[in-house]
């Protein structure tokens, strides 16, 4: 199959648009063609593409910086000589300086199929300043990891946030590309935009389900070190806004959970007698970890490690965000004063919990630490928003 980059490489026709403009490209490590070739010296290479700045989204270009709230600096690229701004450093939003540089940007971007994950949220921002400023956007798009299935409660009016961008689910079933259609859409902009479209990617084609397995999987951030970790992740960033290490600092961040007071065994018994049937697609092993940094570092913790690849996965029956809710509600019923939420700014938010903005308002939370509230009271709340997301993405499918 190809990826947008590599039909853009290949067709010159898809190019000729180009011609005479000065383009900018918004890129991370993953930013490669199939050869492995960072977009930004593809691109650099070819006569017909005069390439004036770039762009790093969180993480950097480089993907050189580890957490939230760590920010890049703008640079000069030692080998092309171009700017590269910073989006996640002294601003998230392109400035009018920065967008002085380019008539068209082209964003090359991995995306993890989550609303929390900031690839997202730095579209929306690149689109409004463009359509403010007169500029073109052009997504080079990439595939979904996760797929389409589409999973967890809907951001509400008044928690947007840079880790939600918009009234949807967190597991949102679409590409960057498609996404950018929904932003048009829905905030009503008027920008140039256009989706240089994968050929032959198969979403539903067993056995990446999204990911095409013939293509390596380069980390688009830190902790983003493989498709496990991608299909998980919808589930396991909840754990950013908890106490609960959620591996930072291991070898397989963000596909286990523990900590050095809790009982994993005990943990995963629980869930399986609570709601087994929001087990099912994937498979949970007890591990023992000491994280290198991040939380709990130098500590042992007991833990449960998520497994959604191999014999265990079922695409459409794993539901990762209901996994990982379902941690929370057996820890609070095993150990009902844990100190389960953490309280720290959280992606620039203040004044509000860190899960809760994590989850585009309080309903979660509230339904974890409800002693009576059975697993059926969440289903019936999320299968709404659920439902009623899969209709409006439609729109939007290639």
Known sequence: MFFGID???????????????????????????ADLVHSLDALAALDDIQLTAAFGPQHGLRGDKQDNMVESPDFTDPVHGIPVF???????????QMLSTFDVILIDLQDLGCRIYTFVTTLLYMLEAAAEHGKSVWVLDRPNPAGRPVEGLTLRTGWESFVGAGPMPMRHGLTLGEMGHWFIRHYGLDVDYRVVEMRGWQPEAAPGFGWPTDRLWVNPSPNAP?????????????????????????????????????????VIAKMRELAPDWLTGC??????????????????????????????????????????????????????????????????????????????????????DDAAAQPGDLDALTRVDEAAWDGVRELHLY
């Open 7 to 33: 039909r853009l490489l290949a067709e010159p026709e898809l190019r000729a648009p180009l011609k005479g403009r000065r383009a900018a490209l918004l890129a991370h490590p993953a930013s490669v063609t």
């Open 86 to 96: 910073s989006l996640y450093g002294e601003v998230r939003r392109p400035t009018g």
């Open 226 to 266: 493989n498709v496990n970790m991608a299909r998980a992740y919808a589930g396991t960033v909840m754990l950013e806004g908890t106490t609960l290490s959620e591996g930072r600092g291991t070898t397989r961040p963000l596909e286990l959970f523990g900590a050095p007071d809790i009982n994993a065994r005990d």
């Open 283 to 368: 498979a949970l092993r007890e591990i023992w970890f000491e994280p290198t940094f991040h939380k709990h570092v130098g500590q042992l913790c007991h833990g449960v490690h998520i497994h959604a690849e191999g014999k265990f996965y079922d695409h459409h029956a794993f539901r990762p965000w209901r996994v990982q809710a379902l941690g929370f509600k057996a820890i609070r019923a095993l150990y009902p004063d844990y100190p389960l939420w953490r309280d720290f700014p959280y992606e620039y938010e203040l004044g509000k919990l860190a899960i809760d903005v994590i989850n585009g308002g309080p309903a979660l939370r509230e339904w974890v």
